[in-house]
Every structure is written in structure tokens, then in C-alpha cells.
């Protein structure tokens, strides 16, 4: 059963940055052919895509966040992290991680609360 556990929320001032890491467990050594990326949603909204990273390192990012965050993975760690620079409380959201294995199923984190706020 593949598990992922998100870390590195919290609270930031606006123009501050956080970095979001996402552990996986359970993929075994095929992780590296995931499709890992972050979701981010705020109460009474739907949950919006933010970025994600393909297998072969193709990046792809939310209008509202490009330029100010970044992806990358550690296949060797299991990790993929979210780098957010430049946050405005506009960026406040729970941040969920999200996998999608070799056959198409997408599988989920708990979830970490960012609050942008002075």
C-alpha cells in the first residue's frame, strides 16, 4: 500500500518561503516512474492542481504559482519537495502531496496546512 506523509507547513509571513517535502512508502523501487505533484485547497473551494513532476523530470505548474515555486524529487529518498518563494496569503491552503503509479491510480497524503499571514 503505498503511503505518503507531508512535512514543512506552517505559519510565514507574506514575500517568506516554506518547502514542502512529501516521503513515499510502499512504491517499491518503480517510485521513480511516479508521477508526483501537490494540490492545495482551501475550505468551501475545490481542490486545485499546483505541480507536478513526471517520471523523466517534466515540470508543470499552476499559472498562479509560476515563477515563485518549484519542484523537484529524490528518487533515491523517496522524497519529492515544493520550494515556495515570494508567498502571499493568497497561497494559504491545506497542501496535499499526490502520486499516480505506472497504471494510473493516484494515491494521497494527510495533508499540511501553509498560512501566509503578518
Known amino acids: 500500500q503505498v503511503q505518503l506523509v507531508e512535512s514543512g507547513g506552517g505559519l510565514v509571513q507574506p514575500g517568506g518561503s516554506l518547502r514542502l517535502s512529501c516521503v513515499a512508502s510502499?512504491?517499491?523501487?518503480?517510485?521513480?516512474?511516479?508521477?508526483m505533484g501537490w494540490y492545495r485547497q482551501v475550505p468551501g473551494k475545490q481542490r486545485e492542481l499546483v505541480g507536478f513532476?513526471?517520471?523523466?523530470?517534466?515540470?508543470n505548474f499552476a499559472d498562479s504559482v509560476t515563477g515563485r515555486f518549484t519542484i523537484s524529487r529524490d528518487n533515491s529518498r523517496y522524497t519529492q519537495y515544493l520550494q515556495m518563494n515570494s508567498l502571499n496569503p493568497e497561497d494559504t491552503a491545506v497542501y496535499y502531496c499526490?502520486?499516480?503509479?505506472?497504471?494510473?491510480?493516484?494515491?494521497w497524503g494527510q495533508g499540511t496546512q501553509v498560512t501566509v499571514s503578518s
Open positions: 499526490y502520486c499516480e503509479d505506472v497504471d494510473g491510480v493516484n494515491y
Open positions: 513532476i513526471t517520471h523523466d523530470g517534466r515540470i
Open positions: 510502499g512504491t517499491g523501487s518503480i517510485f521513480g516512474l511516479y508521477r
